[in-house]
């Protein structure tokens, strides 16, 4: 019956919605008339075709055309946002990730659609939390990729706090490679680096500023700005100069709330009264960029104008012209 009744409708309306039909999963309303208005015997069964066979194709009608695309379109909306916008590696690739935003929105409407026409007119398997009949769902893994993940970050954490860095780096680099809490892996990662006294590995990663938004890194990167030999703050200033946009935003470190730059001052202050010029003239490279935006970035440098050292005063008069 259910059957003949499909087949009457696509004759009736010389189009049809694909093979969804076929599959009660996706016919609430036809399953309906099926179960409550059919007779089980016959000849009642036979007496009710006059009947029944008008209510099920307007049944089926609904389902292809109502029910059943209503039913998909989440699943069509988590298609899109699977395929445009999950893992996109801000760390990592962050000029390409970003150029990709326009595209990536010019293309929504596209995706959506024909995953929704697709969904509404084949049995596709329902990609997240819906039952599924031609394949199992992919959310069960997802999720125990990133419950896994998790695992990993935390115990990295507790390796990164006892100092056990080549535990905490692999760590992080398996957390990576989940594709899940990459930011939180990628701190832990140059914070090892940093510890390990290896800013040029840091200089030479994909790095976007945005560790300076972590206070762990903040306060680890000043520590070694600080004290580290005059080749590596070098190499940190370079990466400071080049990801000043960065440290503009507030955080916490042993309670204090202040911008990445208010932490690191101190760090700046010693290396502009550091013996090797080069050191001095880097820093004040680096400062430059927030002369007019910061009050105490402006009376270092004109503190370095009023100095003895021509070169040195020169510059600075030049930074804040």
Same mark, same amino acid.
């Given at each position: 019956m259910r059957r003949t009744l499909v087949v009457i409708m696509f004759l009736h309306l010389l189009c049809g919605g694909g093979c969804a039909v076929f599959n009660r999963d996706n016919t609430p309303a036809l399953?309906?008339?099926?179960?409550?208005?059919?007779?089980?015997?016959?000849?009642?069964?036979?007496?009710?075709?006059?009947?029944?066979?008008?209510?099920?194709?307007?049944?089926?009608?609904?389902?292809?055309?109502?029910f059943h695309p209503l039913s998909v379109t989440a699943d069509a909306w988590h298609d899109t946002s699977d395929l445009l916008w999950d893992n996109m590696d801000w760390d990592r690739h962050y000029v390409t990730t970003s150029a990709s935003i326009v595209p990536r929105v010019a293309a929504v409407p596209l995706v959506f659609t024909g995953d929704f026409l697709a969904r509404s007119s084949f049995d596709i398997s329902h990609g997240r939390g819906g039952s599924s009949t031609s394949k199992s769902s992919p959310e069960p893994?997802?999720?125990?990729?990133?419950?896994e993940a998790k695992k990993n970050l935390d115990m990295a954490r507790q390796a990164l706090a006892q100092q056990d860095l080549d535990t905490a780096i692999r760590l992080a680099d398996e957390v990576v490679a989940?594709?899940?809490?990459q930011y939180e892996a990628g701190v832990i990662k140059d914070v090892v680096l940093l510890k390990r006294h290896a800013p040029d590995a840091l200089f030479a990663m994909p790095?976007?500023?945005?560790?300076?938004?972590?206070?762990?890194?903040?306060?680890?990167?000043?520590?070694?700005?600080?004290?580290? *030999?005059?080749?590596?703050?070098?190499? #940190? &200033?370079?990466?400071?100069? =080049?990801?000043?946009?960065? !440290?503009g935003t507030t955080i916490s470190i042993q309670g204090k709330n202040g911008t990445p730059l208010s932490f690191l001052m101190p760090a700046l202050e010693k290396?502009?009264?550091d013996e090797d010029r080069a050191i001095r003239m880097k820093t004040m490279q680096a400062l430059g960029k927030f002369q007019r *935006?910061?009050?105490?970035?402006?009376? #270092? &440098?004109?503190?370095?104008? =009023?100095?003895?050292?021509? !070169?040195?005063?020169?510059?600075?008069?030049?930074?804040?012209?």
């Open positions: 399953n309906f008339v099926e179960q409550h208005l059919i007779p089980k015997e016959n000849p009642g069964r036979a007496l009710s075709y006059p009947l029944v066979i008008p209510v099920g194709l307007t049944a089926a009608t609904l389902d292809m055309f109502l893994e997802r999720e125990r990729k990133r419950t989940t594709g899940h809490y790095f976007n500023g945005r560790m300076f938004g972590d206070p762990l890194f903040v306060e680890t990167y000043a520590d070694l700005l600080a004290n580290g *030999s005059p080749a590596e703050r070098m190499q #940190l &200033l370079a990466i400071f100069d =080049r990801f000043y946009f960065a !440290v290396n502009l009264t *935006s910061d009050k105490g970035v402006r009376a #270092l &440098l004109e503190g370095v104008a =009023r100095g003895s050292d021509p !070169v040195l005063a020169t510059a600075a008069k030049s930074l804040l012209r």
